[in-house]
């Protein structure tokens, strides 16, 4: 854009400012944690008024910085610098050189300018020359930073704004909580650490976010924890994302070693494309990693928590459980993209277990969304399957589609789940099939925005999530004239077939929710302009973000908006990245896309219309497949269970560790740790005794008692020199003079 | 020089003072002791003075018989308080002091 490019030299100076100074936007977000929770009850009713304020200042910033990073991107020439890096590589390894192409030399793009890293010495251990922590090779210290690049400047913008809706939506729909201070104070901390971890320099600041926001997504699933189910709902969440913690911990660590002990992100990069790196370590590594990411981001087997977590107050399963908090799995994954790619490449097979991992995630997760009669579970499921359509687009090589797609669905599905909120908050529930129905005739508004939501997560064209899912499905390969980084056969079915469930559940959804006649009690009523003018926004967003990465083959907008989200965010300049695959966009594909999803809602919307026409109260068919096929029957019983995963975690797994354990445990405290305890007590009872006989009563005492007594004898003999006479007191000192008189004579 | 006269005459009247403080019971009396013994000091100091040739014995003198003013005023009021509160002014029986 010329506007862009006019301005680049008067604005260099203000960008770098940006750049150096982007610690702030999660500072402010701690700074607002802090007071809220020490000052926030002197406010009362207001306490959120700092929490907004936080976080509408971080959203100004978040966006300058992107404006800055854009507008860098925007007048950046390219070229030269790139082509260096590629000769390095080049000349450095032989064999590295194939994958070793900096994408933007390889497909002609538009070039972006080098990541801005700002550190500062976070520790070091002694080695470090003149403890210089910007000497980022040297070994054993550590700095800690901030990472510019397009990447962490998208997902700044994406959770400072998702973050600012949900505290304006939560201080209507959480006002007169009785921990209000205490939920905003959390939002707060969540945000704060969320921002921490996306700007993350090195991986160990990447675990530090990483667990931060894990105790947050804990701390606000529980927020009533007085009723059982959330307080579990909590423990369960936190749990499972230990195991996969332990990944991130081991994976992480692995890196260090091998990279040439290094956290840093860039080198770790480097390193994992280089070959520097053995192919070995990157494997275990990378599948390390990747339980992490199957547990922060609900990926199969994993995922079971997430749908529980809904436990949560609605505007946290927005912000943290489907727009935040669950894609730091696949951030994390676009930001060691190399170590993921190279290390999960199944040899020879042109396959990435990634795509495999995803594509069961997101066809598991959209069966499961069919049997919930809970709302906000059928939007957890749809996430857990969204997830899994960007790991698996990872997992093609559509670093920028599944980027894209993570964008577009943070808008649309906070969208959906503060819609899910605004319906509850007016009904008192989040049961489907009994509380609600006919609500598009009470919440207008929530109703529209809920219905533009959906289209963009169907992928309706020309709604934002049709761009980025179909930019996934090209991505893969298959279809002729795509291209891509290779053919993909499995996830490219899975994702055709996601598209087609995504549209049926979210079809019998909304019809549960706003069509047919209304089943709860008392008369609904459309929320307040807090809840809805959030919803407004998003679903306008949902509506136009999509056209940031339109095909430039597009006509009419193709030409000047077409793939600005690809310019913009993909990584470029010093870095060096595996081979991004930038599929052709392909109408023929699209319209198929469309149409499987097109039959979905017909056939699910013909189903409860005739449904309907029974009776006008009913909510599922008797007499229907279910009852009259036993493979059906069984097939509901599988996804009302879960596919038996809980029962496989807390019966199977846990039920048979925990007896045994339980009971060694028991024996280990009694016998041995009692024990010690016991001879330990007495055997201080026993020294205590005789310290008391011998040495407090004898020696001490004694010697108290014995001093006191000479004290008094000697002083009865000196008293009687003491007569008071002064002429018997004169004679002495006389004498005495005379005496020492005759020695000093004698003496001397 | 005649030194020696000068210090066997001062020691003769210190021991005057010495026996005056030591066997009288009347507490003028041994004050005007202590003056002998005070002036047998000065004389001894007037003559080592003299016989070193510095004015440094007599202004030590003046001194002495500025301090000796100063002790014979206190010693002369504790006296008369004494017989104020007991008709006397026997030293001897003023044995409050005994432990």
Known sequence: MPIFAAEVANTFEMNSWFFDNAWLIPALMAASFVVTLFFGKRLGAKAHVIGVGAVAASFVLALLTAYSWISQVEGYDGGAENAVVATELAAGDEFAAEDVTSHNVEGGGAATPAPVVTSVCWFDTGDAPNNNCDDRGAAKAVGIGTLIDGQSVMMLVVVTFISLLVHVFSTDYVSGDRRYTHYFA??????????????????????VGWELVGVCSFV???????????????MKAFLTNRVGDIGLLIGVSILFVTAGNTFDIQTINNAALTGVISQNSLLVASLALMAAVMSKSGQFILHTWLPDAMAGPTPVSALIHAATMVVAGIYMIGRLYPVFWEGLSIAGSNLNAMALIGGITTVGGGLLAFVQRDIKKVLAYSTVSQLGYMVMALGVGAWTAAMFHLFT????KACLFLGAGSVSHSVHSFDMKNDMGGLRKYMPKTFITFMIATGALIGLPPLAGFWSKDEILAGAGVWSGTGGNGTYYIPFIFGLITAGLTAAYMTRTIWLVFFGQYRGNGTPHESGPRITIPLSILAGLAVVVGFLNVPEELPLIGSRFGLKFQNWFEPGGGTVFPVIAHAKPSFSLAIVATGIGLISIFTVWTYYQRLYAKDSRATEVTGGIRDRSALARAGHTVLVEKYYLDHLYTGVIAGSTKGWLARSAYWVNQNIIDNVINYTGKGAAATGRFLYRYIDQGAIDGTVNGTGLTALSVGGILRRMQSGKVRQYATLMFGAATVLAAIFIIAV | MFLNQ???????????????????????????????ILNAVNINLVAFGAFNGTIAGQVFALFVIAVAAAEVGVGLAIVLLIYRNRRSIDVSEADLLQG
């Not at chain 1, 969540?190 to 675990?207: D, E, G, H, K, Y």
């Not at chain 2, 001062?10 to 002998?36: D, H, P, Q």
Request: proline share 1%.
């Open chain 1, 186 to 207: 959390f939002l707060s901390l969540f945000t704060a650490s969320m921002l921490f971890m996306v700007l993350a320099s090195s991986t160990l600041q990447l675990i």
């Open chain 2, 6 to 36: 000068f210090l066997l005459f001062a020691a003769l009247l210190f021991c005057i003072g010495v026996y005056g403080v030591l066997t009288r019971k009347n507490g003028v009396l041994i004050l005007m002791s202590i003056e002998l």
């Open chain 1, 220 to 234: 606000l699933i529980g927020h009533w924890w007085e009723e059982k189910p959330n307080s579990d709902a909590a």
């Open chain 1, 409 to 412: 669905h943070a808008i649309f």
